[in-house]
């Protein structure tokens, strides 16, 4: 004897009242793949005048916003401004963390000497913001410095807090740590008579750890975390926590980023201890936009692109300042960045800091073996939404199945039609030529149990083409 075919979920077999009896049955409403949508985390430091608790989760939609939660000038409300910059409508969360006990907090100086024997102005660059002071025919050294730490002070969006003494001004960054140490500093005027030196900000020691902050975050269904600590032992941690939360008993797949603004071979050696497919580091040499600003923007801009498989080349990094020529890195430099794991950014048309390529960390298996398994981004994101469509499907086709030997076959439909549909958005490729290899079976060990293999052909970008020119004569 046959099973029945319809099954109900409401209605009772032991009816006996007459009547016309008819449920709902919303399991297979949805035909459709589930949407994409990318949620943005950053991990990052408040300051004692941010009104949010550490360690507490926030959804946050504007700059004005992140300067109350975390406090002006922050590194929590500085990579927030970036990150909406570079993507206005982002889907945003920020846990903050609170300086270290043990952080010392960098500082820097800019020395004014002399009387102003014309008039004049004086520019104090603070990493990707200028001050400007209006100097007399006259002022001291000590007027000059006093005018110009009030400018300071009043400014907005700085990451460092001014105090002036005699002729000397001195920054002290508003979040202690070694992060500290990384806020360009340059200064420029046009008042003779007077000198102005700059000593670039130093001192600044410990980050705080992320640990604590990404532990409150477990179970957060974030796909792009942002840290702007890029150390191996923070890195290392993030690591950690992607591979907990992508894990297939967690499938909550997410890819995490940083950034440096330091040297290629700084970049290069941070990537090779890393070694993560699921970790993104970014270089761009010389800017004076903060290395935080920059990872928190090409975490927005990541987050812009719904298509996992479609690569990020040329896409804009808004408002995050372009290096000099000088510092910029040239083609083999750029060669070395993407066969060593590390993301370029580059200065395209129209003076903007765009992506190259995005690719992961991840450049050697665990026996040091060269891999390009998961070279580009897009592998790990098409991997994870191909993941969330087959689960989102079995789970709304399946709530409530009995196991028996008609199930394989139907559960098997269910995913071939997902493949299909994922094939028609060039997310996955040679479908059929792959559905030999779509088996879902019962399992030998646990009765309750079914076991899938499902090949996936990712799409891949089209990052070169190469081309012959034959002269004809």
């Known amino acids: 004897m046959t099973s029945p075919n319809v099954s109900f979920d409401t209605l009772p077999s032991s009816i006996r009242k007459p009547g016309k009896y008819l449920e709902f049955n919303t399991r297979l409403a949805v035909r459709t793949l589930p949407a994409n949508e990318q949620r943005v985390l950053l991990v990052a430091q408040r300051t004692a005048g941010g009104s949010q608790p550490a360690l507490v989760p926030v959804d946050v939609f504007s700059d004005e916003e992140a300067r109350i939660l975390f406090g002006e000038g922050s590194v929590a409300h500085l990579m927030v401004r970036a990150a909406i910059i570079a993507n206005p409508y982002l889907y945003l969360t920020v846990v ?44 001291t050294a000590a007027v000059a ?220 298996d665990a026996q040091g073996v060269e891999d390009v398994s998961l070279l580009d981004l897009t592998t790990i994101r098409t991997l994870d939404y191909v993941r969330k469509a087959v689960r989102e499907r079995i789970s709304l086709r399946f709530p409530r199945e009995k196991l028996s030997a008609r199930t394989p076959p139907k559960v098997r439909s269910e995913i071939i039609d997902v493949l299909l549909k994922l094939e028609e958005l060039e997310i996955v490729e040679e479908v059929k030529a792959n559905l030999p290899g779509v088996i879902v079976e019962r399992d030998t060990q646990d009765a309750n149990r079914l076991n899938a293999k499902i090949p996936v052909d990712v799409v891949n970008g089209l990052h070169v083409f190469a081309g012959r020119i034959d002269l004809l004569l």
């Open 145 to 364: 410095a006093a005018a110009l730490a009030q400018a300071v002070g009043t400014a907005r969006y700085l990451p460092v807090t001014p105090a002036a003494e005699g002729g000397v001004v001195t920054l002290t960054a508003r979040n202690k740590g070694a992060l500290g140490n990384q806020v360009p500093l340059s200064a420029s005027h046009t008042v003779q008579g007077l000198t102005v030196q700059v000593t670039a900000m130093s001192g600044g020691q410990t980050d705080p750890d992320i640990a604590g902050a990404l532990a409150a975050l477990f179970l957060g269904g974030h796909h792009i975390l942002v840290t702007p600590y890029a150390t191996q032992d923070n890195l290392a941690t993030l690591r950690d926590h992607l591979d907990a939360v992508s894990h297939a008993l967690e499938q909550r797949g997410a890819v995490g980023v940083f950034a440096t603004t330091g040297t290629l071979a700084q970049a290069t050696t941070l990537a090779g201890q890393v070694n993560s497919g699921r970790i993104c580091g970014v270089v761009l040499p010389g800017t004076v936009s903060l290395p935080h600003e920059v990872a928190a923007a090409y975490g927005a801009v990541v987050a812009s692109e719904e298509d996992p498989a479609r690569p990020l080349n040329t896409l804009t990094l808004s408002g995050i300042a372009v290096p000099p020529v000088a510092r910029r890195l040239g083609r083999m430099e750029q060669e070395t960045a993407l066969h060593n794991g590390v993301t370029p950014l580059e200065t395209g048309p129209g003076d903007v800091v765009q992506i190259v390529r995005a690719v992961t960390t991840y450049t050697v």
């Open 96 to 139: 903050a963390v609170d300086d270290d006990d043990a952080s010392i907090a960098a500082s820097g100086t800019v020395g004014i000497t002399g009387t102003a024997t014309s008039s004049g102005v004086i520019a104090l660059a603070i990493g990707n913001q200028t001050v400007k002071i209006a100097v007399a025919k006259g002022d």
